[in-house]
């Protein structure tokens, strides 16, 4: 069975940190390319950082370009967002994706706060 466990969301001051995780399981992690998407109320669903298979990162939004870090371990199946200098523009829920030709998993996500 499939799963995509996104953790580490919460309320952070503007200009704050906050690392986000997600743990993988089900298909052969390795050989996925990994994305963190996020959407906010109103707004549709956007990607805001991918890394390839190999650990390539990729395909940064512009609005978190300089503040977020995508990583992966391949060793432990788990793909992590680090947010820094955080913004209320940033506040939303994260989805964790997982993509290999035409498969394609999402998890629930996690909900990220900015605010005073």
């Known amino acids: 069975q499939v799963q995509l466990v996104e953790s580490g969301g919460g309320l952070v001051q503007p200009g704050g940190s906050l690392r986000l995780s997600c743990a993988a399981s089900?298909?052969?992690?390795?050989?996925?390319?990994m994305s963190w998407y996020r959407q906010a109320p109103g707004k549709e669903r956007e990607l805001v950082a991918q890394?390839?298979?190999?650990?390539?990162?990729?395909n940064y939004a512009d609005s978190v370009k300089g503040r977020f870090i995508i990583s992966r371990d391949n060793a432990k199946n788990t793909v992590t967002l680090q947010m820094n200098s955080l913004k209320p523009g940033d506040a939303a829920v994260y989805y964790c994706?997982?993509?290999?030709?035409?498969?394609?998993?999402w998890g629930k996500g996690t909900l990220v706060t900015v605010s005073s």
């Open positions: 089900g298909f052969t992690f390795s050989m996925y390319a």
């Open positions: 890394i390839t298979s190999g650990g390539q990162p990729r």
């Open positions: 994706n997982a993509r290999f030709t035409v498969l394609d998993y």
